[in-house]
């Protein structure tokens, strides 16, 4: 007797969207850098030493910070993501575990 086993392939179409890049920075002297932490394990451990090392390296104008898990599942709509959008030269974000 022949068993067979099924086997699944959980993939989808990958979902592009259009977006605008911002210009790249050579360094972050007056620049406002946003830190957007995703509520996981150690994130804002690994963003706040992030923020120290930047600030130690560069003469910042300031950091904003944002958190949610859910910021990442429709970003173009996250208002913790439009908040950093507009108040921040370059956001850094942790996302995994």
């Known amino acids: 007797m022949v068993k ?18 911002n210009p790249w920075f050579y360094d ?9 932490w995703n509520e996981k394990p150690n994130g804002d451990i690994l963003l706040h030493r992030i923020e120290e090392r ?8 300031g950091t904003d910070w944002g958190q949610g898990g859910k910021a990442y599942e429709e970003a173009s709509t996250a208002p913790v993501v439009n908040q950093l959008a507009a108040s921040s030269d370059i956001v850094v974000i942790a996302i995994g575990d």
Request: net charge positive; hydrophobic share 45%; charged share 20%.
């Open 54 to 61: 930047l600030s130690q390296k560069y003469k910042l104008a």
């Open 4 to 21: 067979t086993v099924g086997i699944l392939i959980p993939t989808a179409k990958p979902r592009i969207k259009g977006v605008s890049a």
């Open 28 to 36: 972050l002297d007056g620049k406002v850098v946003g830190f957007l």
